[in-house]
């Protein structure tokens, strides 16, 4: 009998932790939320669900991307494709990234040339593309700001990176396959990092609450002046759906040609 109310009670004792587990008495309560409480709800999806090759970003709360250092572009002065590796907390990478691009598109549009990124992974398969069309960037231009399109796999849309008109500050907008806004990234309003790292904070729709952010490490003078090396480092909720994790890795290729890139040409 005692085995038997001691089982009991180690039931009532998992059932605030474990999913399914029973609660014979009934004596768990759960308050309801509170009115107006800021909460962040993420989208869960149930297992198996993930687009191939996603499956190493639902574990992780910070995507480090580091661009290669261009050596080529360093000596002649030119702009060549970017490559990029993104890599977990423990400076391992998952994925390399580079870019598709002519290079009448890269010398004349320069950072706001249109591209396709190819997201690899180690085994050498593409799991996600990166569209970027020929678009302006200019507040003047409010009609034909910069996008992304992302698949994940290759040819099936999951979200869009759009930029919103603002006279002050950099944002944008984190949409779902069907246009839908998920969330906003609202940057400062100089973004040119000198001595310090630069933060794009990601809120919710409402801009009330900020559930993570991006950050553009700063790497030294000489680093910053003299290549084209930039770094940065996405941290999110673990929880967060790996199709808006992809989202926020095309955002970082956008800030990078938006807002961080030179070469020794323009210097």
Known sequence: MASKDAQNQRSRDLAGFLPGA????????????TPG?????????PPGSLPPGLEHLSQLDLIIIHQQVELLGMILGTETSNKYEIKNSLGQRIYFAVEESICFNRTFCSTLRACTLK??????????????????????CPCSLQELEIQAPPGTIVGYVTQKWDPF???????????????????????????????????????????????????????????NADN???????????TVKAAMIGACF???????EHSLAGL
């Not at 009934?26 to 309801?32: F, M, R, T």
């Not at 409480?37 to 999806?45: C, D, K, T």
């Not at 956008?254 to 961080?260: A, C, G, Q, S």
Request: hydrophobic content about 40%; some cysteine; charged content about 20%.
């Open 22 to 33: 029973p609660d014979p008495d009934h004596s768990l309560q759960v308050s309801p939320p």
């Open 37 to 45: 409480h800021q909460a962040w709800q993420p989208g869960l999806r």
């Open 119 to 140: 997201v690899i992974d180690n085994s050498g398969r593409e799991v996600m593309t990166v569209n970027r069309p020929l678009r302006c960037s200019s507040c003047w």
């Open 169 to 227: 500050l950099p944002k944008f907008t984190i949409q779902n396959a069907n246009k839908e806004d998920v969330l906003k990234i609202v940057g400062p309003c100089a973004t040119c990092g000198c001595f310090g790292d630069v933060d794009f904070e990601v809120k919710t729709i409402n801009e009330k609450l900020t559930i993570g952010k991006i950050s553009k490490y700063w790497s030294g003078f000489v680093n910053d002046v003299f290549t």
């Open 232 to 242: 940065f480092g996405i941290h999110v909720p673990v929880d967060l759906d790996v």
């Open 254 to 260: 956008l800030f990078d040609f938006m807002f961080f």
